[in-house]
């Protein structure tokens, strides 16, 4: 018999910029939810990627002077990276750039223009660029764009439409039948009461503007406007019109798309109405989260904490912020990221909970028995209710997890790691090792903490890919023993080898020493008081320089950069702004070598920066490190590398 699939979808990202936190939310919890079905035994099929077309990109790339392919292929390494770091299960990563999904949505295209659901007009309306989003006079909020709060432009062209309007009452029906479709219910009624009833216009859904686009193949002025060649991705990944679309046929429907709440809209109008109009069966649900954001601002107006993901899996490990993100917030409903919040939840529920509890139950097994648990065990109070409890955990982490609620299985999980923690305080082991006599009853208590710390490691599996192998190797736990169906079964557990103590799975944090590392990784008030010329790097000749060890060089960060934009300084002829592409991160630099170079002739390079330096601002800008340049008098070279390298390389 076939497996049974599971179809599950992120949004895909523009790869307008660096990504902060808030943005592996959504790929996190896909991943979780497809590691679950593939442990459940679902042939899954995960998919992620990137939308890389529209107007946004090609100006960023203009202004970045880098042809449209140039910059994406730049920022989509580096979104790659980030999932392979977070260690990401996607099935496929679909480019909106690839050549098959471009034949595709040309199809899609000119199968609804053939049907008469796409048609020619011309468009008169108020655009807004970030968003991609076309609004009319009344959709505005105070004149700007109702999304995001930009300003707006008019636009006026001739113009494909899709007959959106055409769908308005079967979509209602798709709505008002299907609660299921749209969760969280209160997205549900909002897409209803605001959008659905009060009446569909007909789409825009071509641009003669701009050519960063899916060209029209029967009228080539113009591309597909953005959301249709985007929202196609769930079906050209599949292979849907193509020469193979095997995966089409065993995947489509889609279980579930995960969406953020501010593209439920997209995903829950126009794209079933694009697959009604294509005879296709709809996707199955639309999630749509809700957002982290920070107090009192966005992610990307990060102030006073650090956003970044790479930074903060180097600081604390993947599985400590892949579960802060999934335990923190309820999925659905929207949340505040702060520093302190992780490490107040790093310091209780996996220092403290789940932590102590594996060293404490490892340090007693190897103290009182040498690594391995007696055979001879004698039951006795406590037993039963701890065995009851945690056997049927599984079953409450699944009942969660059917419904995407991550933060409420972990919940789950987390009550069976305290209940067991609670076990060896009910029964004393300390106490008992003291009499030789109560050895047997000493070894049930030990089997008995380390068959609850195997199931605890089962269940983890989705969050965590990292804590349930050292688990493993600590407690000697061989591989047909951490099915996910014997999570639900007690008394499994037979050590292969001598239980060993090792690393420290979360070591505690200081948090008040580690809130002032951290501050002085993101503050750049107290900086401004720093020397306020740029570094040295003309006129300054050491008069001897002191030999140091190799220990001294390797304080020093350097790092493959390469710049994406560079500007003058206002009133500074010797000061440049550049920004920096170092891996999946983006640094400022405020250089003094404006005599020497100009703007334009500085983007693109690739040169070395030294990474670590402390902020300073120079005229009020902050310079995040500086650039590496080779002088001798008045001349100024720049430092590079001889060969192409992904750029966040290091150089030692
Ligand atoms: N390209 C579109 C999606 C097209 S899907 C056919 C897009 N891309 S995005 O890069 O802007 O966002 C990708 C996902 O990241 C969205 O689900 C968005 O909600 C999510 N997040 C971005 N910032 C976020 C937070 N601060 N918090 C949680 N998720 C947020 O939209």
């Not at 029964?427 to 109560?438: C, D, G, S, V």
């Not at 009853?441 to 969050?463: D, G, K, T, W």
């Not at 983006?586 to 070598?593: A, F, M, T, Y």
């Not at 693109?604 to 590496?628: D, F, H």
């Amino acid at each position: 018999m076939s497996k049974k699939t599971f179809y599950i979808t992120t949004p895909i990202y523009y790869p307008s910029g660096k990504l902060h936190i808030g943005h592996s939310y959504t790929t996190v919890a896909a991943d979780a939810m497809a590691r679950y079905k593939r442990l459940q035994g679902y042939d899954v099929m995960f998919l992620t990627g990137t939308d890389e077309h529209g107007q946004k990109i090609q100006r960023v790339a203009a202004e970045n002077n880098m042809t449209p392919k140039e910059y994406v292929d730049n920022i989509v390494d580096g979104i790659k990276k980030l999932w392979s770091l977070m260690k990401i299960t996607n099935d496929k990563f679909i480019r909106t750039t690839d050549e098959y999904h471009i034949e595709t949505v040309q199809k899609i295209f000119k199968t609804l223009y053939d049907k008469g659901d796409i048609y020619k007009s011309e468009y008169e309306g108020l655009y807004c660029t970030p968003c991609e989003s076309f609004w009319t006079e009344t959709q505005l909020v105070d004149g700007k764009c109702p999304d995001c709060g930009r300003d707006v432009e008019k636009t006026r062209e001739e113009s494909y439409f899709f007959r959106l309007s055409k769908y308005q009452g079967r979509l209602i029906k798709l709505l008002e039948e299907n609660p299921e479709f749209i969760q969280p219910s209160s997205r549900r009624n909002e897409m209803l009461n605001n959008f659905l009833r009060p009446g569909l216009e007909d789409l825009c859904v071509s641009r003669t503007s701009f050519n960063w686009g899916i060209p029209v193949t029967f009228d080539d002025k113009h591309v597909v406007y953005v959301w249709i060649d985007a929202l196609s991705n769930y079906i050209t990944a599949l292979g849907y019109l193509s020469g193979n679309d095997e995966n089409f046929k065993k995947y489509w429907p889609a279980d579930v798309h995960l969406v953020g709440k501010e593209i439920v809209r997209f995903h829950t109008i126009i794209w079933p109405a694009m697959l009604m109009a294509l005879d296709l069966p709809l996707p199955k649900q639309v999630f749509g989260h809700g957002w982290l954001v920070l107090e009192g601002g966005k992610m990307s107006k990060s102030k006073g904490n650090v956003v970044d993901p790479v930074v903060l899996i180097d600081k604390y490990g993947l599985d400590a912020i892949r579960y802060f993100l999934l335990r923190e917030v309820p999925f659905g409903a929207d949340g505040v990221f702060s520093n302190e919040a992780l490490i107040n939840r790093i310091n209780s529920d996996l220092a403290n909970d789940l932590g102590n509890l594996i060293s404490r139950t490892t340090a007693m097994i190897k103290k009182y028995f040498e690594g391995i648990i007696p055979q001879e065990r004698e039951k006795g109070e406590f037993d039963e209710e701890l065995r009851s409890f945690v056997v049927s955990t599984k079953t409450r982490t699944e009942e969660y997890l059917d419904k995407l609620q991550f933060s409420s299985a972990l919940t789950e999980i987390w009550k069976s790691i305290s209940r067991t923690n609670k076990y060896i305080d009910e029964t004393m082991p300390w106490a008992l090792a003291k009499e030789e006599e109560n050895k047997a009853r000493l070894a049930q208590v030990m089997y008995n903490l380390a068959e609850s710390i195997r199931i605890i490691s089962v269940l983890i599996q989705p969050f965590m890919p990292e804590t349930p192998e050292i688990i493993w190797r600590q407690l000697a736990i061989p591989e047909n023993q951490r099915t996910w169906d014997s999570a639900g079964i007690w008394g499994i557990y037979q050590q292969s080898d001598a239980v060993t103590t090792g690393e420290i799975i979360f070591p505690r944090i200081d948090l008040k020493k580690e809130m002032e590392a951290l501050s002085a990784l993101t503050s750049t008030e107290n900086q401004s008081q720093a020397p306020a010329a740029p570094k040295k790097t003309v006129d300054e000749k050491p008069e001897g320089i002191a030999l140091i060890g190799i220990d001294d060089f390797a304080k020093v960060d350097l790092r493959v950069v390469k710049v994406i934009s560079c500007e003058k300084v206002e009133k500074s002829d010797k000061l440049l702004k550049l920004k920096l592409e170092c891996g999946t991160e983006e640094k400022q630099v405020v250089s003094g070598i404006a005599k020497y170079y100009t703007p334009e002739e500085m983007v693109g390079k690739t040169l070395i920066l030294v990474a670590n330096l402390k902020p300073v601002k120079l005229r009020g800008i902050e310079s995040q490190g500086m650039i590496l340049a080779a002088s001798n008098n008045d001349k100024l070279v720049l430092v590079t590398v001889d060969k192409d390298i992904p750029t966040g390389s290091k150089v030692s």
